[in-house]
């Protein structure tokens, strides 16, 4: 009897090993394909994105071209807007609150992101890389046109969409602590900023905060 119920424990145990070995390495695969499609874009010098938190109700947007940057973050509910541009040298934000301006200019010498893209934290670190396809279920849907691999579980969302073409983030949805949902949606645009894109507001018609 004795006998018996090892053998069935070391069954369940082998069967569970077994499992455990094609969730994660599935998982492996997919992440590793993700994060090779992810590095295709890690230089560009022209990129567009925007990213809208309908919880929030605000919508980001992020202009690169050839070193310069420009931010620009619309709170749709009260009318605000801030703007914030650099060129590795000066960093300027202009900010709008229901029509009160104000500027700040400083001069700032700082390291340019030259992409916003959110990818896999530590992509490059295997350890990382198991534990992700451990602790995260992966399976696929469409989103608006486009098929994607969704997982959940991963760290920086609770449900989390990546294009299976691109490997680019297009959708994350999170539950926050007062048990709403927010869903944050991702658009990417290469090659297509100009200069005019990066224009600066009339600084006429703010008041200079701070000059530096």
Not at 104 to 127: C, H, P, Q, V, Y
């Amino acid at each position: 009897m004795k006998n018996k119920v090892i053998k069935i424990i070391l069954t369940v145990f082998l069967i569970l090993l077994v499992l455990f070995i094609i969730h994660t390495g599935r998982n492996l695969v997919i992440l590793k394909k993700i994060v090779r499609l992810q590095s295709q874009y890690s230089q560009t010098d022209n990129h567009y994105e925007k990213i809208k938190n309908d919880l929030q109700n605000v919508v980001t947007e992020y202009y690169y071209k050839d070193g310069r940057s420009k931010l620009i973050m619309n709170r749709i509910s009260d009318s605000q807007m801030m703007i914030t541009t650099y060129d590795g040298k000066y960093r300027n934000t202009y900010i709008n609150n229901n029509g009160d301006k104000k500027a700040i200019l400083k001069e700032e010498n700082d390291i340019m992101t030259n992409i916003m893209i959110i990818k896999l934290d530590s992509a490059n670190d295997f350890k990382f890389l198991f534990t992700l396809a451990t602790s995260s279920f992966i399976h696929s849907e469409n989103i608006d046109g486009k098929e994607c691999y969704v997982i959940n579980g991963i760290d920086f969302g609770g449900k989390t969409y990546f294009d299976k073409e691109t490997g680019l983030m297009v959708q994350r949805i999170d539950n926050t602590s007062n048990n709403k949902v927010t869903t944050i949606n991702f658009e990417y645009k290469f090659n297509v900023v100009t200069n005019e894109d990066l224009t600066e507001p009339d600084i006429s018609e703010y008041k200079i905060q701070e000059k530096n």
